[in-house]
């Protein structure tokens, strides 16, 4: 049965739809058999292969190397971006006179070999087949992940096989598809056993079946090499002791009948992460052994060597169980022989990997080893990833007796993993190194103070992410409070991302009280002016000359320079609440897209969040989904808590607005529940303002009520800023549902803040409701404040706004019998909602204008709302004149997908090449200036 659905997917996957499968089952179950059934019946297509192995699951990106060493040569037509990235992973000549100036992210690692496998399949549909996916190395898992998960219209296949057991990994929380492998049935037992020349009777085979659970490996390996007296013996005798203890007997005899020089060549062999073959011969030559050390292995049937085409040799174990029981089943003295033999034979061409093979052959502490190996780190941080250095750093703090170096080497370490996204072994790291008792006089050199300072740093910035926004303020206010030896750039750094935290946390004034420190700090004089210009944005009181992009970018920091991720974030978050939102989203799009194509993931979270609020308000919807759902699935990733709250609820707002009652709620949900566990107030408001909306648009008045009035409230639902923005929904529901006392008391507190407020969105909510009271009121100044009102929702850019007020005042103007004028202000209303998507609102704009006797306009519906996000994505960069490849590129898609796309929209959009695109003013329908337009320019040129 297994075999079949594999054949199907295979089948599915070369007819151009990307499949995933996950076959999960305990060792030795037939998970690789299924898998190289696959592989073998794979015709027509490019297959690569990849196998985790236990002892290299620290090493960099060994997984990787399997997979595309093979194909290296036929990546030529990869983007140079990607392409450099494949070159930085191993020494190769190409790379060799490559210099890496930065970090080889996890999300540019992932993105190039995404580029890779769609590059090769454009050739031809490939077959990627990662074996032990449980044992591959962090980044090598990451970045299989991240492609696979990419995967949709293109000729790929991914099959991954991983043990079914309790502890989960990358693949297990991702969501794919999985085919669970059972053992055999007694009757398929014995016909595996009677196939090895051993037919035990029936009572046997059941005992054994249930023992091993069916297990062909352990059947296999026990029938073949085992005593099969013995077996047919202790099989009617006790089921107590184990048959994974067998197992093992199994491969230590296996490895006991070997020569000794054999045995010492083998654990060589298992040693190396690369499977070189001529790496393994000159490591056994500096041990004194010669190549036919293997032949007795080849013979018995261990290893395998074999040639790729225009490839060098490589050797393999015929079984990943059998390469961990030779390297684990060694005497420590053979396994620290085998990694100096390969470290001297490494030295010359891999000076990096050479030095994690002496550290690994180390006993104790060895301060030389320790020296080298954390002076290789920052190699394998640009070269091998972020994953490869934490662990380069880790095995240093390993081998150092200082108890000060020990723990700056666990911090840095902690400090990759974080940058990294692996947020769990960050966490554990930074706990290592938090034990560790130091003092300032310390021989190891270094100031045991800063490292205290360094770690209480790190344990904010990963609280702000993943734990509790009150804990994480504190602790990087804490750190710039003790900090001494600290640039001024990182002090700025952290009390910017304290203000975020206090700012998720609903603690305004203390959010605006570290932002006046930014200018106080030691140092702190060049920050003086854009702490000053970042707290007005946050106090909505940024004047429209400073909210200028050009002017803004004068006021960054010469420190930060443009290749600083913290001027993009800074410049976005005063931006984000300025005066000019089109211009505010024109510079989002370009910091995203940097984000983006950097691989800085994690920070790509926080600038889509404020880019998706930029576009909630615009009515550029269907932009704000794939923004939120892209900034999602990363943060999902990473477990990224608080980012995961913070776009859930987004998405909960989004769904509600378009009438997507159940999807609003399970993302309402999910956003409530991670916000209370992370105290993400500003999550968990906009999440209960969702669903709010969402009660108001289907008349549960009420409830909209109780619910949108908690916004305003203390926790856990309660965010001061977003029970301002609510403050229109609020009179609405209390008016609707009687409560005028407190729609007059929100909409004059309302009003009381807002002098002196230069955000156009509060200008907005004040005319709102001051139309909804005095329409409710019946006074005739009721026209005049909704005109009003409406003129502000369109300086502002707030097509929702302004449709909402359409309604308003068309109901006032049916209840003041002018029908005619009703009728203009409801049709104003449906189309503004069509545009939107927001089907709720259209309707009940629809009810009323039927009653009147009228019909909405008969004009087809906005061009940009007939598309996909993704689709629209790429009807925007075509429009602009991008190619397929420049397209796919952009938006990790290969040529052939993004030709597929175009190919469906043409229909959609009434047209039949891509030129005609051009005209479309599909950049215009959605409120966004196109390529020459003065806006982008200057959101160019001023950042």
Request: aromatic fraction near 4%; include cysteine; charge should be neutral.
């Amino acid at each position: 049965m297994e075999r079949g659905i594999l054949a199907d997917r295979l089948a599915d996957a070369g007819r151009g739809h990307g499949q995933v499968v996950v076959v999960r089952g305990e060792p030795g179950i037939g998970k690789s058999a299924l898998l190289d059934d696959a592989a073998a019946h794979a015709t027509g297509m490019t297959v690569l292969r990849c196998t985790g192995v236990e002892s290299e699951i620290d090493l960099p990106y060994g997984g990787l190397h399997q997979l595309l060493a093979p194909v290296c040569a036929q990546l030529d037509g990869l983007a140079d971006a990607h392409r450099d990235v494949v070159d930085r992973l191993w020494p190769t000549t190409r790379s060799a006179t490559t210099t890496a100036a930065s970090e080889t992210t996890p999300g540019a690692v992932g993105a190039a070999v995404l580029a890779a496998w769609q590059l090769l399949a454009s050739r031809r549909p490939l077959l990627v087949v990662v074996d032990d996916a449980h044992w591959l190395d962090t980044g090598s898992a990451r970045a299989v992940l991240f492609a696979a998960r990419r995967i949709t219209t293109d000729p790929i296949a991914v099959l991954v096989a991983r043990r079914d057991l309790d502890e989960a990994d990358h693949f297990s929380r991702a969501g794919f598809p999985t085919l669970p492998v059972g053992g055999l049935a007694p009757d398929a037992v014995g016909e595996l056993l009677a196939g090895q020349g051993w037919s035990p009777p029936r009572r046997i085979v059941e005992v054994l079946t249930e023992r091993s659970g069916g297990n062909p490996l352990a059947l296999l390996e026990l029938a073949v090499f085992g005593d099969t007296g013995h077996l047919s013996a202790t099989g009617s005798m006790s089921k107590t002791v184990p048959l994974t203890d067998r197992l093992r007997d199994a491969f230590t005899d296996r490895l006991r009948a070997l020569p000794e020089h054999s045995r010492r060549a083998l654990v060589v062999a298992a040693a190396d992460e690369t499977g070189q073959y001529d790496v393994v011969l000159g490591a056994l030559a500096r041990s004194g052994l010669g190549a036919d050390a293997l032949t007795a292995a080849e013979a018995a049937r261990l290893l395998v060597v074999s040639t790729v085409a225009a490839h060098p040799e490589t050797l393999r174990f015929r079984h990943p169980l059998m390469r961990s029981a030779v390297y684990h089943n060694a005497p420590f003295a053979h396994r620290a022989e085998a990694h100096e033999a390969l470290a001297a034979e490494l030295t010359d061409h891999d000076p990096a990997r050479a030095a994690w093979h002496r550290a690994l052959a180390a006993t104790g502490t060895d301060e030389q080893r320790a020296r080298t190996l954390a002076h290789h780190a920052a190699q394998l941080r640009s070269g091998g990833g972020l994953a490869a250095s934490s662990a380069a750093y880790q095995r240093a703090a390993q081998l150092t007796r200082f108890p000060e170096r020990r723990r700056h080497h666990l911090l840095t370490a902690a400090y990759d993993a974080w940058k990294a996204a692996d947020s769990a072994r960050a966490q554990s790291l930074a706990a290592q190194a938090a034990a560790i008792a130091v003092t300032p006089s310390s021989v190891g050199g270094g100031s045991a103070h800063q490292t205290d300072v360094d770690l209480e740093r790190l344990q904010g910035y990963m609280q702000w992410y993943t734990g509790d926004q009150v804990i994480a303020a504190a602790r990087l206010a804490g750190s710039v409070d003790d900090a001494r030896m600290t640039a001024p750039h990182d002090i700025a750094a952290a009390l910017f991302a304290a203000c975020d935290a206090s700012w998720q946390a609903g603690e305004i004034a203390t959010a605006q009280s570290l932002t006046r420190r930014l200018g106080t700090e030691p140092g702190g004089s060049a920050y003086r002016r854009a702490a000053q210009v970042l707290e007005a944005a946050m106090d909505d009181r940024l004047t429209p000359e400073d909210g200028a992009i050009s002017r803004l970018a004068g006021v960054v920091p010469a420190d930060l320079g443009t290749g600083d991720p913290r001027r993009w974030l800074w410049l976005l978050a005063v931006a984000a609440r300025g005066p000019d939102p089109a211009l505010a989203r024109a510079l989002g799009l370009q910091v995203a897209d940097r984000f983006r194509t950097s691989g800085m993931f994690s920070l790509l979270t926080v600038a889509l969040s404020w880019l998706v609020e930029i576009e909630y308000q615009m009515g550029q919807w269907e932009a704000g989904i794939a923004h939120a759902e892209e900034g999602l699935r990363h943060a999902e990733d990473a477990e990224h808590l608080a980012r995961q709250a913070d776009l859930a609820a987004h998405l909960a707002r989004l769904a509600a607005v378009r009438g997507d009652a159940e999807g609003g709620r399970v993302h309402s949900r999910t956003a409530l529940t991670l916000a209370w566990r992370t105290r993400h107030r500003l999550a968990a408001a906009r999440a209960t303002w969702a669903d709010g909306l969402l009660a108001l648009a289907t008349g549960d008045h009420r409830e909209a009520f109780e619910l949108i009035g908690s916004t305003s409230g203390p926790l856990p639902s309660g965010h001061p800023d977003i029970g301002r923005k609510a403050t229109a929904d609020l009179v609405e529901a209390s008016l609707r549902c009687g409560e005028v006392e407190t729609a007059k008391q929100a909409a004059a507190d309302l009003s009381s803040w807002a002098h002196g407020r230069t955000s156009p969105w509060v200008d907005v909510q004040v005319l709102r409701c001051r139309a909804l009271l005095t329409a409710y009121d019946g006074d005739p100044s009721a026209d005049k404040d909704c005109a009003t009102s409406a003129a502000a929702a369109v300086r502002a850019q707030m097509p929702f706004e302004q449709a909402r007020i359409a309604v308003l005042h068309g109901e006032w103007a049916r209840r003041g019998r002018r029908p005619t004028e009703a009728r203009k202000h409801l049709r104003t209303a449906v189309a503004l909602f069509d545009r939107l998507g927001a089907s709720h609102w259209s309707e009940h704009a629809r009810t009323q204008l039927r009653a009147l006797g009228g019909a909405a306009d008969h004009r087809p519906a906005d061009l940009a709302g007939r598309l996909t996000p993704q689709e629209l994505q790429v009807a925007r960069l075509a429009a602009q004149g991008l190619s397929n490849r420049e397209i796919g590129t952009r938006l990790f898609l290969s040529p052939r997908t993004v030709g597929y796309h175009l190919y469906k929209l043409f229909p959609k959009l009434g047209i039949a090449s891509r030129a005609q695109l051009r005209h479309l003013g599909l950049f215009e329908l959605d409120g966004e200036a196109g390529p020459e337009t003065g806006m982008t320019k200057a959101g160019t040129s001023g950042a």
